[in-house]
T-cell receptor
Framework: LAKTTQPISMDSYEGQEVNITCSHNNIATNDYITWYQQFPSQGPRFIIQGYKTKVTNEVASLFIPADRKSSTLSLPRVSLSDTAVYYCLVGVYNQGGKLIFGQGTELSVKP | DAGVIQSPRHEVTEMGQEVTLRCKPISGHNSLFWYRQTMMRGLELLIYFNNNVPIDDSGMPEDRFSAKMPNASFSTLKIQPSEPRDSAVYFC???????????????FGPGTRLTVT
């Protein structure tokens, strides 16, 4: 089981770029790296997933170095509405589809 | 699509009572998951189904908890008898991908906030 480590909390201001790094030293060859976002009083929401190098969608970018032992979620020009908890998940392929959520990173965006 | 639908959104009950939570997954999704979230323990997977069959229930805390999926469009999570420590937000999620697939995109419902007094 690949354990993930990410900062418990981060603060940012509107308009800034936010980078949240996740460590996953024991990632397996077939594992993907997935990030979820959870707003207060809502269920988690899938935001991005990648295997290596860089992935970008309309919400975020995901940077994965060659060794895949870490990944960085990048949120460009955050707004107040990006205040949420961000979860990094990896290493569940061999457990048959389980998503194992860590404690996540609580991002607070201030005006 | 309306997304994953859960009912009720809020449930307050007394200790010892039976509680039934309901979930309607997204049409066409063949995997369904039940999670529980508390401040102390975070988000925990309780059980998941694939094609209506329970695949892994190792996360179910004890025999008081049971889950069923009688068809592809409906699932229930039952707690009998309920206890105060069962108070939590219970999420249902569905996925178009079978368990074991490397891509883990799941769609979560809004959750049911359960309070047991």
């Amino acid at each position: 089981l690949a354990k993930t480590t990410q900062p418990i909390s981060m603060d940012s201001y509107e308009g800034q770029e936010v980078n949240i790094t996740c460590s996953h030293n024991n990632i397996a060859t077939n594992d993907y790296i997935t990030w979820y976002q959870q707003f207060p009083s809502q269920g988690p929401r899938f935001i991005i997933q990648g295997y290596k190098t860089k992935v970008t969608n309309e919400v975020a970018s995901l940077f994965i170095p060659a060794d895949r032992k870490s990944s960085t979620l990048s949120l460009p020009r955050v707004s107040l509405s990006d205040t949420a908890v961000y979860y990094c998940l990896v290493g569940v392929y061999n457990q048959g589809g389980k998503l194992i959520f860590g404690q996540g990173t609580e991002l607070s965006v201030k005006p | 699509d309306a997304g994953v639908i859960q009912s009720p959104r809020h449930e307050v009950t007394e200790m010892g009572q039976e509680v039934t939570l309901r979930c309607k997954p997204i049409s066409g999704h063949n995997s369904l998951f039940w999670y529980r979230q508390t401040m102390m323990r975070g988000l925990e997977l309780l059980i998941y189904f694939n094609n209506n069959v329970p695949i892994d229930d190792s996360g179910m805390p004890e025999d008081r908890f049971s889950a069923k999926m009688p068809n592809a469009s409906f699932s229930t999570l039952k707690i009998q008898p309920s206890e105060p420590r069962d108070s939590a937000v219970y999420f249902c999620a569905s996925s178009p991908l079978p368990p074991g697939h490397s891509s883990y995109e799941q769609y979560f419902g809004p959750g049911t906030r359960l309070t047991v007094t």
